[in-house]
């Protein structure tokens, strides 16, 4: 049986394409994406606080905490902050930063 290792942010299908994250964010073109992935990624697993750039209705808007879920399926993060958590889609994301 043939492994490969996928990032939190990725997944296989039953062919083997990698779909997840990747392919979502790849669609629209951000060729940042792979050190976004690795940062989103950082904060789940080391508990590491980031701050990230994300569009909203009014224009852009920063937010600061650690990621606590990352859903491939429904392609968006939660991320928790002082006192609240909120869910983030992963095309409403323009930088991570830690």
Known sequence: MNRQHLSPLMASDIAGKIVG???AVQQK???DWPLM??????????HVKIRLTVDTPHGTSQLRGFVTVINTYLKEIKL??????QWIRFEDIR???T
């Not at 992935?37 to 080391?46: A, C, D, V, W």
């Not at 928790?80 to 958590?85: A, K, L, N």
Request: glycine share 4%; net charge negative; no cysteine.
């Open 21 to 23: 994250t990747d392919a």
């Open 80 to 85: 928790r902050e002082e006192d609240d958590w």
């Open 29 to 31: 073109g951000t060729p």
């Open 95 to 97: 930088s991570v930063q």
């Open 37 to 46: 992935e690795r940062e989103l990624s950082l904060s789940l697993e080391k």
